[in-house]
């Protein structure tokens, strides 16, 4: 359930419209072109719709309703929410807690956030066009046309972030960097040599507009019609209506859940049959977050892909990957369910779970679909390529090569700006610090699971330890408990060497 702010959260949403607002003037038309945002494949980008779009952002800040939600997922930081209907109207933005809650530190970090959720609010006429079909965490981001990028809710939050960086001086403080960004880079790079980053990209938007169609039949499940409603085919021209209607129909032919029935007038699914939708929504998150976790590791031998759901390593023979963009993310989704086939989530679907996925996502909303068939016509075009020996090995040692690049300037990032953020007066924004030593040891691992494949080069270890020993002082003024954590990384990093 939702609930009005606090005026202490009223506050904090004051403060950050006024960023969003001072984010918003440093869009003018020639600083968003300067951001590429939207050079993706294809011709050369107009940034005309963009910028008028990015324009307005400030206004909808004003002009929109804000509610806090406690229950939304960790996942998400903040929901529009839009009205069904032939005529759709933004109901409210939902936050969760955090974003409204006290101090400075991450107020343009949050302010990004909403500039995604702000973007999804803009009307033109009697639609909200712009979707998510890409975000810059996953692995279809850079791989969206100018048309779809400038109806792609990130995007308006990356060009946002290059804008601020370019202001404040500070490249790299708000774009989303990590592995999957590192090796994403490195794949469109070898484009000429495997079909491997446009399937991957494939994958990420087809399984997120699957995840995202499950939980329209969701909320759809809960409804019910009075009998004489259902008996007239006037609720049906609500296109998105019609189609989820026929997704129950098609779950329903496949044995999942039972039809719609009448019971005390009115017709509905039985509770037992929503909650199987709400298990394959579930069930789709567990896949989509398979997807995010996905690190490629080539190989020379074997005749099938392996996904491991510990480590996220998605081990790829050399054999099998002289395939198109569409052939070849069919053989990842079949790796990612046969891994997870397993658990609690994945039992009543797994079997089928690649016709779930492209039914879901087949019977999308009208917009969506319509995008996202493009997309697909797109990938198809792209031809097959079988890498040689040498470039598949060498694209192996690129991956990890990117991936060690990504931790050493996230650390020195880092190394920047711990002594800034512990000086600031207020705790709350220096209460980060205490938390960083956790977020350092997965990186450790991460490079010690990567030593397992290719020896990591000792001076970058080096790099490492110095970065550490500078930022250790701070970590432990803030929070003395974590003096044993620092030192046991450390230790760590030097048996690399």
């Known amino acids: 359930m939702s609930r009005a ?42 940034y005309t719709v963009f910028h008028r779009r990015f324009s307005l952002l400030a206004r909808r800040m004003r002009e929109v309703r804000f509610v806090v939600r406690e229950d939304l997922p960790a996942t998400m930081g903040a ?135 499950a939980n329209d039949c969701t909320g759809f499940a809960r409804l019910t019609f009075s009998e004489a409603k259902w008996n007239t085919p006037e609720w049906s021209v609500w296109k998105h209506h019609a189609r989820l209607l026929g997704l129950e129909q098609w779950l329903a032919a496949g044995g999942f859940i039972a039809e719609r029935s009448l019971r005390a007038g009115a017709v509905g699914l039985r509770t037992g049959d929503q909650a199987v939708l709400d298990e394959l929504f579930s069930y789709l998150g567990e896949l989509k977050n398979s997807v995010d976790r996905i690190d490629p590791l080539p190989v020379e031998s074997g005749d099938r892909i392996e996904y491991d759901p510990a480590t996220g390593a998605l081990r790829i023979p050399r054999t099998v990957v002289n395939r198109g963009p569409l052939e070849l993310a069919d053989l990842v989704l079949d790796a990612l369910v046969a891994a997870t086939a397993t658990t609690q989530a994945a039992r009543r679907f797994a079997a089928r779970a690649r016709e779930l996925v492209h039914t879901l996502a087949n019977e999308d909303r009208p917009e969506e679909r319509e995008a996202v068939a493009a997309l697909r016509t797109g990938f198809a075009t792209v031809p097959a390529v079988q890498p040689t020996a040498d470039q598949w090995a060498t694209l192996a040692i690129e991956l990890q090569a990117a991936v060690l690049e990504d931790v050493r300037t996230r650390w020195e990032g880092l190394h920047a700006s711990v002594p800034e953020v512990a000086a600031m007066p207020e705790e709350v924004d220096r209460k980060v610090l205490g938390d960083l030593a956790a977020s350092l040891a997965a990186d450790v691992d991460l490079v010690r699971a990567l030593n397992g494949r290719v020896p990591v080069p000792s001076p970058f270890v080096t790099s490492l330890i110095g970065l550490l020993d500078g930022m250790t002082p701070y970590l432990v003024k803030a929070d003395a408990g974590q003096r044993t954590a620092l030192a046991k990384l450390r230790g760590g990093l030097g048996e690399l060497h």
């Open 5 to 46: 702010l606090t005026a202490a959260e009223q506050k904090v949403l004051e403060a950050l419209t006024v960023r969003v607002e001072r984010i918003v003037a440093l869009g003018t038309a020639a600083e968003l072109a300067g951001t590429t945002v939207l050079n993706g494949p294809g011709p050369v980008p107009d």
């Open 79 to 213: 929901s529009t929410v839009i009205s069904d209907g032939p005529a759709p109207s933004v109901l409210e933005i939902q936050v969760r807690p955090g974003m409204v809650g006290p101090g400075t530190r991450s107020l343009t970090t949050r302010a990004l956030t909403l500039v995604h959720e702000l973007s999804h609010s803009l009307p033109e006429g009697l639609t909200h066009p712009v979707k998510d079909y890409a975000y810059r965490t996953g692995w279809a981001w850079g791989h969206l046309p100018a048309v779809l990028a400038q109806a792609n809710a990130d995007t308006y939050a990356e060009a946002a972030a290059l804008l601020v960086e370019r202001d404040e001086k500070a490249w790299g403080r708000y774009q989303v960097l990590g592995r999957v960004a590192a090796q994403r880079g490195r794949l469109v790079k070898r484009a000429r040599t495997t079909t491997l980053g446009a399937a991957l990209a494939w994958l990420d938007i087809l399984v997120n507009r699957a995840w995202v169609r």
